[in-house]
């Protein structure tokens, strides 16, 4: 698959030298106006000694101090707002689930922009014109909903404004409209997977094509289930409510890293503890600069999602660095006795297990100083009421293999399908309960 | 086609321009809005190589310009339409043309010259009647004209129009603004400056916003004009019901 569609080409196959040069441009255009207009920003940048004038380069960005979470929760509600109030058309907050809401303006034109970046993720992960795409996204504060449905929207797709839960409807609206897309979680598309089996949907009353799935880390174990399950083919692509939403970067048909909107962001990779650079092809933080923004301007956000970054050139055309998967968050790393543990570890070691659903949460308490991990795994009816042997079995199979990968060991306790946590649709996949 | 980076131009002690960052695509049109004293001019002159940068860097078509001197500038198809006309005023309006065509007989090209002759009185048709005139009995938008028509005359790659409708009639502004949607219809690049931010941003492809030495805005044209500063610092305010009607 070469030379694949693209929304906008002349951007998505720009020669690296002239993006270099757009960024640049835009990059001090950017940094001109947070400090010429946000008291944040200029205390900050005093405070470091820098002098934005004195960035002439991408890589002297790194002279600047890095923009965290809670300085944004600090500037609750319009703080970081760089345009009056009434220039933002519309508001959107970050799900909260890791605590404080954010609030996020756009003006018109980050309306435009952002739905432009989605209808590219949209066009890469296989949607085009014809297609039916059922966003199943929550519709709301949190921006998924609604930056999906404006992508589709102006590629001119049909779109089915589903929102989040009632998966018996999402199901009968799915077969009865004919969807051929599905933007959601991969952990809701694997719920919707289960819940057709369940219902004993026959294969062929499904006309879906493509996934879009997004929102929270998965692994490609996970998307092969979900490709053989929904049979369509999955794409991945990540975005993040305090930069604009859905749109930061999708996956093409290669299905080998997400294309970055590299004329919108800036992007970096550090290492999370001591911030400095990470070599080429490490792992670090995805470190965000906007380049675009109007109302909400962000430098160097640290966007706690760990990644790899890489600029080789992709066989279908676009010359936009590719981000790797997700591989977890800096602030999901829980550490377990003294051990560091990735919920993407957990997941793993579920998916390629039969019997055990990819719907887990991972419970800490404390009990007399002494940190204790229990591993909550879904799983059907079925074997929750079937003989307590083959239960126990699966339970103890799932806690060795656990105990293998992680390299510590933790309880397993199975319990009933749809009994976790959901938020906005997204998982929640660690439930920390020993702060008192 | 043009690409300019991190330019700083300096009159003396005093910093004109300050990390200057800007391109222009082949068969773009990119205006270059801001306000007087910006450093709008300053930057045009630099690329034409009648100012020296202090830092940065201007390539043309992946040739260094930063060092060269103007004539060269010109013979590699770069041309600058200065502000306020400058037409030889004691010489005809033919003469005044085939001035601009020096370049294009340096590069063995004369017979193309009267063919370029024609060419710029089909688009500019009050010179033709006016050939033998001398410049300085024009009026100002006819030496305007006369001042673009010379540039072309050398056939650039790329134009370079400083402040073109600077002190004309509404009707002429817009003659001129048609003219620059010709050349470019014919393939020619435009850098355009101009004070009328609105027009400028309304044939060009894309913009950018120049505040005392800096870039501070830069994005498709469309999107300038709908941008709420923009509007307020050069589009008059916001968008009357009257302006949105004319828009249409």
């Known amino acids: ?436 | 086609m043009l690409r300019v980076r991190n330019l700083d131009v300096a009159y003396g002690q005093r910093l004109a321009l300050r990390h200057v960052s800007l391109h222009v695509d082949r068969g773009e049109v990119v205006a270059l809005i801001g306000a007087n004293g910006a450093g709008k001019t300053t930057l045009l002159r630099t690329v034409a190589g009648l100012q020296r940068a202090a830092a940065g860097s201007v390539a043309f078509d992946g040739q260094d310009l930063t060092r060269l001197p103007a004539e060269r500038v010109v013979a590699l198809g770069c041309s600058l339409v200065p502000e306020g006309r400058q037409v030889f005023a004691t010489m005809p309006v033919r003469e005044n043309l085939l001035l601009g065509a020096t370049v294009q007989y340096r590069r063995g090209k004369r017979r193309e010259v009267e063919a370029d002759l024609a060419r710029v009185y089909q688009l500019f048709p009050r010179l033709e009647q006016r050939a033998g005139q001398l410049a300085g009995t024009l009026s100002g938008g006819e030496q305007q004209m006369l001042a673009m028509a010379r540039a072309l005359m050398a056939r650039p790659a790329l134009v370079m129009l400083d402040e073109p409708s600077m002190g004309l009639a509404p009707l002429v502004v817009k003659d001129l603004f048609r003219a620059i949607q010709v050349i470019r219809a014919e393939g020619a690049t435009v850098l355009l400056v101009e004070q009328n931010a609105r027009g400028a941003l309304r044939i060009a492809d894309r913009g950018y916003v120049l505040e005392t030495g800096r870039m501070v805005l830069t994005d498709g044209a469309e999107a300038l004009l709908q941008n709420r500063d923009v509007q307020r610092a050069y589009l008059g305010g916001e968008p009357s019901a009257a302006q949105e009607g004319e828009r249409r």
């Open chain 1, 1 to 436: 698959m070469s030379d694949a569609a693209c929304w906008q080409p002349e951007i998505e196959r720009m020669d690296r030298e002239a993006l270099g040069q757009l960024q640049l441009e835009r990059l001090e255009a950017t940094l001109t106006r947070v400090y010429r207009t946000l008291p944040f920003y200029r205390q900050r940048f005093d405070a470091a000694g820098v002098d934005p004038d004195g960035v002439r380069s991408a890589a002297d960005l790194r002279r600047l101090p890095f923009t965290v979470k809670d300085d944004l929760r600090r500037s609750y509600p319009y703080g970081l707002f760089a345009v009056p109030l009434r220039e933002v058309v519309r508001l959107h907050a970050s799900s909260g689930t890791t605590g404080l809401a954010t609030v996020v303006g756009y003006t018109r034109n980050d309306l435009r922009a952002w739905a432009d970046a989605v209808a590219r993720v949209m066009v890469a992960g296989g949607v085009g014109k014809d297609d039916v795409v059922q966003v199943a996204f929550h519709y709301g504060l949190f921006t998924g909903g609604f930056g999906l449905h404006q992508g589709a929207e102006l590629l001119g797709a049909s779109v089915i404004p589903m929102s989040s839960g009632h998966s018996r409807q999402q199901l009968r609206i799915m077969q009865d409209y004919r969807t051929t897309a599905l933007c959601c979680t991969p952990s809701y598309a694997m719920h919707l997977a289960d819940e057709l089996i369940e219902q004993r949907v026959p294969r062929g009353a499904l006309s879906l094509r493509v996934g879009l799935f997004g929102g929270e880390p998965w692994s490609d174990a996970m998307r092969r289930q979900l490709q053989e399950k929904l049979q369509l083919t999955a794409t991945d692509n990540y975005g993040l409510s305090e930069l604009m939403g859905p749109g930061v970067a999708g996956e093409c048909g290669e299905q080998r890293g997400l294309h970055l909107a590299e004329d919108h962001f800036l992007a970096e990779l550090v290492d999370p503890a001591s911030g400095a650079p990470v070599a080429a092809g490490q792992v670090g933080e995805l470190v965000l600069t906007t380049l675009t923004k109007e109302a909400f301007p962000l430098i160097r956000y640290r966007t706690g999602d760990l990644t790899t970054l890489s600029t080789e050139r992709c066989p279908c055309g676009r010359t936009l660095a590719r981000m790797g998967r997700v591989l977890g968050r800096t602030d999901d790393l829980i550490i377990v006795k003294g051990v560091k543990v990735y919920p993407s570890q957990i997941e793993a070691v579920l998916v390629a297990l039969e019997g055990a659903d990819p719907h887990y949460q991972i419970l800490l308490t404390r009990k007399a100083a002494m940190d204790e991990a229990t591993v909550l795994v879904e799983v059907s009816e079925a074997i929750l009421f079937d003989e307590m042997r083959r239960q126990s079995g699966l339970r103890e199979t799932i806690a060795r293999r656990l105990a293998d990968e992680l390299g510590v060991s933790v309880a397993v306790k199975l319990v009933e399908r749809k009994s976790l946590t959901r938020s906005d649709g997204k998982a929640v996949r660690v439930v920390d309960q020993r702060g008192a």
